[in-house]
């Protein structure tokens, strides 16, 4: 790890420093392989943690905090001065990891989440905050029913979840006035209930290929207004 931020200079020249608390400066890192906001203070405690191998390279948006680096689970949130930075980021992506549940993300302004390809068996959209949510993709996990039943999620614009387990996927007749891509494709579902009563206005891709449709009465909805590609194939359609 770097000593100061003139050394961490030397080697990246073009590191970016931002301010998420007052007085607070965080150093913006770059994994091998994805992008890792880690605060100056906190270098000094990972580095007595199995994540100290991690390489800093740059990254100009302060923003955005991403990791990928194929070992990380819940106990790196756990970490205090890491938990003081989720609060404060709108964009946060932790794909190909080891992630088994998203009970740190309880308290978030997040805009973007992307934790697809981990060990998700479960999730309960309720648990959390995602009135801000703009993009979600929990695609690549193991999950195996999704209830958007009391669900805030009226910013929601994309939502991937692909290559689950899923069987049961639920609107519950939640409002999604700003929906406009839902991939459900490869999975196991038989059925989506409550689609048809579901106000989906600006919905224009939806994908349920390769799952396991018997009926055609979820393509009755009136209010596919907007509806441009449309993928059912590999179903018992």
């Known amino acids: 790890m770097f000593s100061n931020h003139k050394d961490l200079s030397m080697v990246v020249p073009n590191v970016h420093l931002g301010q998420i608390e007052d007085r607070e400066e965080v150093i913006h890192v770059q994994t091998d392989n994805k992008i890792l906001i880690l605060n100056n203070e906190c270098t000094s405690e990972l580095k007595r943690e199995r994540y100290n191998n991690i390489k800093m390279k740059t990254l100009a948006d302060k923003?955005?905090?991403?990791?990928?680096?194929?070992?990380?689970?819940?106990?790196?949130?756990?970490?205090?001065?890491?938990?003081?930075?989720?609060?404060?980021?709108?964009?946060?992506?932790?794909?190909?990891?080891l992630i088994k549940?998203?009970?740190?993300?309880?308290?978030?302004?997040?805009?973007?989440l992307d934790v697809s390809s981990n060990q998700i068996a479960a999730i309960d959209l309720r648990d959390f905050d995602f009135s801000q949510l703009k993009f979600l993709?929990?695609?690549?996990?193991?999950?195996?029913?999704?209830?958007?039943?009391d669900c805030n999620l009226g910013k929601l614009?994309?939502?991937?979840?692909?290559?689950?387990?899923?069987?049961?996927?639920?609107?519950?007749?939640v409002k999604l006035p700003s929906l406009k891509v839902l991939l459900l494709d490869?999975?196991?579902?038989?059925?989506?209930?409550n689609f048809n009563q579901t106000p989906l206005p600006e919905l224009v891709e939806l994908l349920l290929e390769e799952n396991l449709l018997s009926g055609t009465e979820f393509l009755y909805n009136k209010r596919l207004e907007k509806i441009v590609k449309l993928r059912i194939e590999n179903n018992k359609i």
């Not at 193991?142 to 039943?149: A, G």
């Not at 689950?164 to 639920?170: G, Q």
Request: aromatic content about 12%; overall charge negative; hydrophobic content about 40%.
């Open 186 to 193: 490869n999975n196991r579902i038989s059925k989506l209930e």
């Open 137 to 149: 993709n929990i695609s690549k996990n193991l999950i195996q029913s999704i209830k958007l039943y």
């Open 63 to 97: 923003d955005w905090w991403v990791m990928e680096s194929e070992n990380i689970d819940e106990s790196f949130f756990e970490n205090r001065r890491i938990k003081n930075l989720l609060v404060k980021i709108n964009k946060l992506e932790i794909s190909d990891n």
């Open 157 to 173: 614009e994309t939502f991937h979840a692909y290559r689950n387990k899923l069987t049961l996927f639920d609107f519950c007749v």
């Open 101 to 112: 549940e998203l009970g740190f993300l309880a308290k978030n302004e997040l805009m973007y």
